[in-house]
């Protein structure tokens, strides 16, 4: 087994690494660069995350301040879902008193579906994966400003 000389990947035969693409003939590469933070100072998965950990509230903030298309729509996306949440639970809250334990159960489903869809798209943009939620990611690829 031949392995890459600059970052141990195998490689077989091949004269390239499939990884990082370092030559294999002559002397060894130099170690791959890895990326810098970009000019936000936080890596796009870390901000893409940080845009849900507060809902909508979250969102509104990297939808303002960071311009990266991937941040842009799950900064949007979290406006979207948990903007929407919350509107379904202020007016479940309002008709609650008019049918008791229905909207009491129905407060409760939508308070688990947030939080489920809150781990969920969390994971997901911290694995820098463009999870899009059926009806939500067409209204957050609008508000992004960009199809994606």
């Not at 003939?25 to 933070?37: H, M």
Request: with cysteine; proline share 4%; aromatic share 10%.
């Amino acid at each position: 087994m031949a392995f890459c000389k600059a970052c141990g990947q195998d490689i077989g035969n091949a004269n390239f690494c499939p990884k990082c693409g370092a030559s294999q003939s002559g002397a060894a590469a130099p170690a791959p660069v890895i990326a810098a933070p970009s000019a936000e100072g936080l890596a796009e998965n870390v901000a893409g995350l940080l845009s849900y950990v507060l809902g909508w509230l979250t969102g509104i903030i990297f939808l303002l301040i960071d311009k990266r298309p991937f941040v842009r729509f799950h900064a949007a996306q979290s406006i979207v879902v948990f903007g929407g949440l919350t509107v379904l639970r202020i007016a479940l809250a309002l008709v609650g008193g008019l049918s008791g334990m229905v909207s009491f159960g129905l407060f409760g489903l939508i308070g688990l579906l947030g939080f489920v869809l809150w781990i969920l798209l969390m994971v997901k943009a911290y694995q820098h994966e463009m999870f899009r939620l059926p009806i939500a990611a067409d209204v957050a690829d609008s508000i992004a400003g960009k199809q994606l």
